[in-house]
């Protein structure tokens, strides 16, 4: 397999989905081996770094990217399989931004509230037991968290020329923010231009379902993963984000209100199901109603996401792609 | 401890919360024994049973009850323990009501659309492999289901005088349809009126999270419960349905859009570990950002439900009322 | 015609819809001259009086009535044309209330930022020049605005045995805050129950589209009304409340998210435009995109309200139930 | 006053803000004599026509321009006055898009409802008479109506490097698809990139409030604008697109749900309040609620779009920017 290292200087960071050239093209097949600055650029490195001092719209989500996938066009499948997700420093910051999170008035849900207080804690990284800690700034709690390295963005250039901020999440895949995007993972996403361009970043140390103030524990992150394309011939394309771990498939559906991102994650997994098991829709919307598990991603940004999931458990015969999934987990093994 | 027993006949059933004369007084910490009809009524009981010729609206989602809680006023917290929800049919229901359900128009999102076709599925229960059977009705898939029942409505009536049907949740509980409510959870409902004047219904034998094409697996369902109250003076009542089990402590926030929903379960949580553990507001904003799962509980009903987890593993110290749960954990064993 | 006279004791104020026994029994063409109090029980008069002092919940938005109709069954339609609406009293006041409003967080979009500061305005009432005065609090400026009276609330019971706040607008009519709602329009609400229990109130000295901070120049109201019915064989109920006037057919729709309320009013307009013209549905589709007027009502009641109206210069033939609008505009004038 | 006239070729059009490079530089003060095709780029011309057919996403919505002001800088403001815009075809089409539109399930509202029919209807002009023609599809109904030219898509460069299909309404103008986008009103929009790199099309020869539809009476249009320019020295920047005519002052605000399009532009036009009258913005927030008007512009786009506009009369000493609009007024009176 081919192996791709790549650690960007800041001058290469790219803040969009599109927009921007690739640093390098890959062999389907390729291994890449890439270094993530956290949302902040690093910027936040002690609880007295606020938001506003530091952060700068325009310059947050740094990608690392992108890179163009040879013989990718559209129609295709970008397939991308998460190997190894390491921190790569001993901290993690998160901090509320002014106009920003899930329980504060925002630049869309506009109103008339001062905004929240600022604050930042920084989260330190135990790596021999595997934690972050909690820290409360107001009174003497302390709590050891599991560290649950993870993704917030991944994704591709978008559709019809369109180049969106890495802030937003849509069909393109982008800041969705779901704990999803785990080592494991294996992640499909439509390919819109020639080359697909994708960019992975965001790291996170851990992250609740929502992420209710709008930041997770961000830290820089070392990351390997396999890339990989599925021709339109061989299978057609997903219309939004798929994910596939050794228990579950899983849709990621970006819009708002909620209950749209939701019905997307719904109407994608139906299309998926029917595929798979040769159900008619109102048989999988059945059979979907028992056994879907839909755990919120984000509520904070752009387009809010939501998950949709279906265990292979449960419901047996869920192998897309003829055992893809299988086979790059079997690669990944090679590689350790 | 006090044993009520009673099934209600179909001239029993109350339809909404609020507006219904207690059926009895019970004690607090009486334990009931109580027998569900399910949301149809029982009225689908074979695939050619359809929504539209069997159900009339305003005579949906039976409730057994209501019953009053000598001594309970206004400003008190209702506990009601679930011991046990054994399904007391061999078969369960789902169906596809017109203009209903999270992936269609509705009579709220208005479109039009043509409905969906209509059509309803049963599910087969065994008991001894503890499952129930989905089959689909276009082809020859039929797969084993781990029962997992639960009851979609729990609710006191309402504030205000209001008298809401038993189809909706809110703030007064009701028809949440959130798979948390399942043998083992103890549910805290803030009392509105004298005696609080609680119903259950809507049996469920297993149920996705969303409920998406709007009913669960329906069936008639044997409830054992342990009332409990908690006076004013002790603790201050929830805004919001509370919900504890032996891993975790929950909150279940309805309205729209979906949105909505989610952010009063998050301040609803965030007051409650604010109160458990010391913690700030922010503090707990932020502790609650990297610790919470958000599953989803319906979007389908006149309200969405979502849900907030907080893991007492990952948090330690979330024990309310001074360890109430385990109390009545411990009672109900003695129960059986 | 019978003339009814009627102004509720405040011990007679009705603060639901559905619950309340009727005042009293009215016949179709009956004329009804009532008094209402304003939405805070004239508790506020003067800008020192706050809301978090004076307001109670559960006592907000008094109701005169509600009134039974003869003859009035589930599936008929009730007619009410308001004649006359006159300030009843010299002032009007508007006030912020902690928590809620269209530009603050409120019980539903929970957020954690604190309440806007609690502020009441006064509004002088001069009758010679038809004008309520405005006047800053925080600095000289100071407005004569026109007066333009309105009932924010008209409603029926509703369906199914609900009973509903006085907040509340659905589809039983209710606290709809639109300024539709004027002397000469004539409103055609859905009979739920025997005797269709009627009430009106809330009277604003005016109030602009979507009652942004939440409440309007709230005021005293005297009301002349004229009753009327038409019977579910002469013509379908309407599901949403309709209104006409010399100009114009109106549908307010009541739902959350403000598209919903928005769908429902265009939906429930499609039906009508289909019955008064003759219209294939998808025709009517289009005609309305290309003519309809939607101003909001309302973003800030428990359901926000969308308008959706056309005129009948635009579209020729709207005279809907046989003109039975320019009858009841004849009646009226016979009365002055 | 320099004078452009502009006709782009099919090859020239543009279909996103930002992403293309400017057509010309033009001076503040230009007038501008463009021709814009209409939004199916004159492909629908027959009811034979349909959308799925001849419709091409990433091709829809030409934009004519874009256009780099000289001298125009981020902070600035970019003043566009239309001085007449006149059809340019003697025929207008609309259409039903398959999964568009405001009363129908879409790729965001995702359901599993069969599309709408398709179907196209063509609006002849009469010149003369200033009218365009409804002719119903499935009656002999044929109503005339007032021709009401409007311009659906004013807008430039977004923020941050991002390009946007020109079908996307944002804080950057775009597809807002208000009627008070008309002759004789002056558009003021934030400069985000140096040139500002605006661009206009979509001539509506009439629409309804909400395009219910998602198409208006689509038609080429001849647009005279004069384009100006206010520089971050004179005056701050508006956030959100801003209107202004002989008699209102208006803002637009677009995202979803719809509440918070509607929530955006009441803050914006509280901010510009303030300005002009130097009120408290508690002040201005009271002052709003009873004099806004509301009407929606669009609830079928990718963003939905809300106005809030406020009457010159009503509010005396509206007069942002010392009287711009009226001598823009007064300049492009005498270019007739």
Chains 1, 2, 3, 4 share one sequence.
């Not at 690093?42 to 325009?58: I, K, P, V, Y």
């Not at 190997?83 to 998160?94: E, H, I, Q, Y």
């Not at 228990?247 to 997994?269: C, F, K, T």
Request: hydrophobic share 40%; glycine share 10%.
């Amino acid at each position: 397999m081919d192996v791709v290292e790549f650690r960007p200087e800041p001058s290469q960071y790219a803040y969009t989905f599109g927009g921007v050239a690739p640093i390098r093209e890959v062999e389907p097949g390729s291994v890449l081996r890439l270094w993530c600055d956290d949302a902040f650029g690093g910027t936040l490195r002690s609880t007295s770094d606020l938001a506003s001092a530091h952060l700068r719209m325009g310059f947050l989500n740094p990608q690392t990217g992108p890179f163009a996938v040879r013989g990718a066009e559209p129609g295709d499948t970008l397939v991308l399989h998460l190997v190894d997700l390491t921190p790569a420093r001993d901290w993690g910051a998160s901090t509320l931004v002014p106009f920003f999170g899930g329980l504060t008035g925002t630049d869309r849900t506009a109103l008339l509230n001062d905004p929240l207080a600022e604050r930042t804690w920084i989260y330190e990284v135990d790596r021999a037991r595997s934690t972050v800690t909690f820290t409360a700034a107001r009174s003497d709690l302390s709590i050891d968290l599991p560290l649950a390295p993870m993704l917030g963005t991944v994704g591709v250039a978008p559709a019809y020329g369109e180049v969106r901020s890495s802030l937003t999440p849509d069909a393109f895949g982008g800041n969705m923010d779901t704990p999803e995007m785990r080592a494991g993972a294996t992640c499909y996403l439509p390919v819109n231009t020639p080359g697909a361009i994708f960019s992975v970043g965001d790291g996170h140390y851990r992250q609740g379902e929502g992420e209710s103030c709008g930041t997770a524990v961000e830290g820089a992150m070392d990351v390997t993963l396999i890339v990989d394309l599925v021709k339109a011939s061989q299978a057609p394309a997903p219309l939004w984000p798929r994910l596939e771990n050794d228990d579950e498939i899983v849709v990621v559906g970006s819009s708002r209100p909620l209950e749209d991102a939701w019905r997307i994650s719904q109407v994608e997994m139906i299309t998926w199901l029917t595929g798979l098991l040769g159900l008619d829709r109102l048989d999988a919307y059945q059979l979907l109603t028992q056994v879907s598990l839909a755990p919120l991603a984000n509520v904070v940004d752009t387009n809010y996401s939501a998950v949709t999931k279906v265990s292979k458990t449960l419901v047996p015969g869920l192998r897309p792609l003829d055992g893809l999934h299988a086979d790059l987990r079997e690669r990944a093994r090679s590689l350790t």
